[in-house]
């Protein structure tokens, strides 16, 4: 399974691309992919914030 980003570590990004930085350069920066931080745009666009979904089986089971 992939591992899971942090949330500051997200927060330091986004932060990073809102000063000015490419997306890019953030993501050598950072090591981690472009596609990455679209998913994340889009889960910001979505749900209007980038916090990591919850994972493992699930509750009632």
């Known amino acids: 399974m992939a591992r899971r980003y942090s949330?500051?570590?997200r927060m330091k990004i986004?932060?990073?691309v809102d000063?000015?930085?490419s997306i890019?350069?953030?993501c050598?920066?950072?090591n981690i992919s472009r596609n990455?931080?679209?998913r994340w745009k889009h889960?910001?666009?979505e749900t209007g914030d980038i916090k990591a979904?919850?994972?493992g089986p699930a509750k009632g089971y």
Do not use: R
Request: avoid cysteine.
């Open 7 to 9: 949330y500051d570590l």
């Open 14 to 16: 986004f932060k990073a």
């Open 19 to 21: 000063e000015g930085l």
């Open 24 to 26: 890019v350069k953030a």
């Open 28 to 30: 050598k920066i950072f």
């Open 36 to 38: 990455t931080i679209y």
């Open 43 to 45: 889960l910001k666009w």
């Open 53 to 55: 979904k919850p994972y």
